[in-house]
């Protein structure tokens, strides 16, 4: 059973991996998520504990995460959105009554 957090997660996800002007070959969206998060395929990397290597292997299409890195790419995507949702949050302006 997916818990309510998942499926936002899954969401998010989804919306990466279908974003506007993706290549064809990059199905999964890495490269968007890499690039919304403003990390290097380096950050990246070490991040998720794989190679540059496995990352830029993701990001042409040649090969895909394994479902450990899925869930740590959902945990990313998990946290892109979260900032997305801080950068968007404008407070009302405070007055001081005169």
């Known amino acids: ?8 997660t ?6 990466a ?4 002007g993706a290549p064809r070959r990059n199905t999964l969206g890495v ?5 919304r ?3 290097t395929q380096e950050q ?3 991040e998720l504990g794989v190679t540059v290597g496995t990352v830029n292997r993701w990001e042409n299409g040649r090969f895909r995460p394994s479902p450990l890195a899925l ?5 990313l995507a998990e946290r892109a959105m979260q900032v997305e949702r801080l950068d968007a949050y404008a ?7 005169r």
């Open 91 to 97: 407070p009302a302006a405070f007055s001081n009554g």
């Open 37 to 39: 998060l403003g990390m």
């Open 10 to 15: 899954s969401a998010v996800w989804a919306a």
């Open 31 to 35: 490269l968007e998520l890499r690039k």
């Open 44 to 46: 990246l990397a070490r």
């Open 17 to 20: 991996s279908a974003a506007a």
């Open 1 to 8: 059973m997916m818990k309510a957090d998942e499926s936002s």
């Open 71 to 75: 869930r740590g790419l959902e945990r």
